[in-house]
């Protein structure tokens, strides 16, 4: 009992207080409270896979759960003072209740925890983000229907990063262009615009000849009824991105590549814990590229201009036409000119192993070649003007 005692009372000493907490900003307890609910139960040291995700735990933990803690204490408080009242005054006699109350509290779980996660020594493990296989265009095909569906849901509705996600769907973004700032305009009810500052760009030299790489900038216009699900109703990514724009008609959406990567790694393992072949960040751009070829065919500028590219030939690494559906209507405008140096490798393969052509003559040709026909100068009287 008198351990106990101890114990909270260290732990009293040890806390914030009320004021230092309230003077966190909104944006920071929002923070807190998300990674403190994806601990589940679990300490930031069995959680984090990173020092970076592992010290931002561990600070929402000790935020929340010490907050917890003191409603508990207060709870407890409240108690012995009603119990030692009801006792004549006496503290004496009350003891097993006490106990009974601090253990239905869960107050000494809570104490080893927190007593555990403030001297644990520095984390030991990875220094990098999460780590996960950039998914290619043959790994999207696999993935179930309706997946982006699923991982735009498994995305906290409280989180900041909703909104990118949302995009990212719709146009096909790099996690990385976020770091440039990704502006998106609602033109009307229905219509969106999303101007994109490209990441893969500059100067690039091969056999001696310098060209560019990448489009600076471009802009995609987007509208929810040229993307109606097969049973007509607007797609969820357009609902989501409406309601984290709140009204606004611009919004300039902006993170760090990495968290984009690690809300959607998240998601995806709420959404498939089971799946081995997850969806990643890249996994979107892949969909929409395919959804792009189903639309405008294989070698098109309309999709390099919207995918960013400065060459036809780029977008042979992204989706296939076979997996798109074809309902995403797209209109790109790019700041630099697409070059169209190659043939596709379908188109190349078909004329490399096609035999030449052999005109063969008409059954019903003539035998001898007939003669030209002339035109004579010479006019009829009538004819004369």
Avoid at 81 to 99: D, W, Y
């Amino acid at each position: 009992m008198e351990k106990l005692f101890e114990q909270i009372k260290s732990a009293r000493s040890m806390m914030k207080s009320t004021t230092e907490w309230k003077a966190l900003s909104e944006t920071t307890r929002r923070d807190y409270q998300q990674k403190y609910a994806a601990l589940n139960g679990r300490l930031p040291m069995e959680a984090a896979t990173c020092k970076r995700t592992y010290y931002g735990m561990r600070a929402a933990y000790l935020h929340l759960e010490a907050k917890a803690l003191r409603s508990s204490l207060n709870e407890l408080d409240k108690w012995r003072k009603v119990a030692v009242e009801n006792n004549g005054g006496a503290l004496k006699g009350t003891e097993s209740g006490f106990m009974r109350e601090v253990e239905r509290l869960g107050i000494v779980e809570r104490l080893n925890r927190l007593d555990a996660v403030q001297n644990a020594g520095p984390f030991m493990g990875s220094a990098k983000g999460m780590i996960q296989k950039t998914h290619g265009k043959r790994a999207v095909g696999k993935l179930p229907p309706q997946w982006k569906t699923n991982v735009l849901g498994a995305v906290p509705k409280g989180s900041k990063y909703r909104a990118h996600v949302a995009a990212m769907a719709l146009c096909g973004c790099r996690p990385s262009e976020f770091e440039n700032g990704v502006l998106v305009k609602q033109v009307d009810q229905d219509t969106y615009e999303f101007t994109i500052a490209g990441k893969k760009t500059g100067p690039r030299t091969k056999d001696g000849k310098t060209f560019t790489t990448g489009q600076s900038l471009r802009v995609l216009t987007i509208s929810r009824l040229d993307d109606l699900d097969k049973h007509g109703q607007v797609r969820p990514e357009f609902i989501a991105l409406e309601r984290a724009m709140n009204g606004k008609k611009n919004m300039e959406l902006m993170a760090k590549a990495n968290a984009i990567r690690d809300t959607v790694i998240n998601a995806s393992e709420k959404a498939f814990p089971n799946l081995g072949n997850k969806p990643t960040a890249y996994s979107f751009r892949h969909a929409f590229a395919s959804e792009l070829k189903a639309v405008n065919g294989e070698d098109s500028d309309d999709t390099a201009a919207a995918l960013g590219h400065a060459s036809t030939k780029t977008q042979q690494g992204y989706g296939y036409a076979k997996s798109g559906g074809g309902g995403v209507s797209c209109k790109a405008k790019a700041s630099d000119v697409i070059r169209t140096p190659h043939k596709t490798r379908k188109k190349a393969l078909l004329k490399e192993f096609q035999p030449p052509a052999v005109s063969m003559p008409s059954p019903n040709a003539p035998k001898v070649p007939m003669p030209a026909y002339t035109i004579s100068r010479k006019l009829k009287p009538s004819m004369r003007y």
